[in-house]
């Protein structure tokens, strides 16, 4: 409960720092799958992040991420916004230089952080690794440019909030220990008063 609490009030104070593209078409994804979706130009794209510790079919993660470690970081081409039932053909993708840059925004008033970059050419899907240590605010920004010149770029907004329910425990111990500490003053202060002397 409180743990869920946390998490939207993380993402109610950091959504507003960037723009948030959102594509999600019904004809490309499912369920949690379409937070996942933004546009990059004509293309939608999809975002899924998976973590190296889980065992067997690992979890796929598309808004929150909710352990530190090594993550695997994925982006898909999953088709195109005047046709989103039709999947990417080889002809739309083999040209394309593809760009992902993952930031750290920790707040709104200081300048994300570049943490990693990743290129490839002409693929319809990349992949690339990052060893989360931080809670907050994460972007992906994807930039497609096509032989002619011609750019399109977008973003996919994430957190990771691994931190969540130690900082509730923590908060928590500190509350009761004020608490505490309050009773013990106000017993003292009663075993020490003098009684009111008789009128």
């Not at 200081?110 to 970059?117: C, D, G, I, R, S």
Request: net charge negative; with cysteine; proline share 7%.
């Amino acid at each position: 409960m409180f743990s869920w609490t946390l998490r939207v009030a993380l993402i109610a104070v950091f959504a507003g720092a960037g723009p948030l593209v959102s594509a999600a078409s019904p004809d490309v994804c499912k369920g949690d799958a379409c937070d996942g979706i933004f546009a990059v130009g004509p293309y939608l794209t999809a975002f899924f992040a998976t973590q190296a510790h889980e065992e067997g079919t690992a979890q796929r993660y598309y808004r929150e991420i909710p352990s530190f470690g090594l993550t695997h970081l994925n982006i898909e081409i999953a088709g195109r916004e005047d046709d989103p039932t039709r999947p990417p053909q080889f002809d739309d993708i083999k040209d394309l230089d593809i760009d992902a840059r993952l930031y750290w925004a920790r707040n709104d008033l200081k300048t994300p952080e570049l943490l990693k970059t990743y290129r490839a050419h002409g693929v319809a899907s990349i992949s690339f690794d990052y060893d989360f240590s931080e809670d907050g605010k994460y972007v992906v920004a994807v930039r497609f440019r096509r032989p002619d010149g011609v750019e399109h770029q977008g973003e996919h907004i994430f957190f990771v909030i691994a931190s969540a329910d130690s900082d509730y425990l923590i908060a928590g111990a500190a509350s009761l220990f004020i608490l505490g500490f309050a009773v013990l003053v106000w017993r003292l202060r009663k075993t020490f008063t003098p009684p009111a002397p008789p009128r």
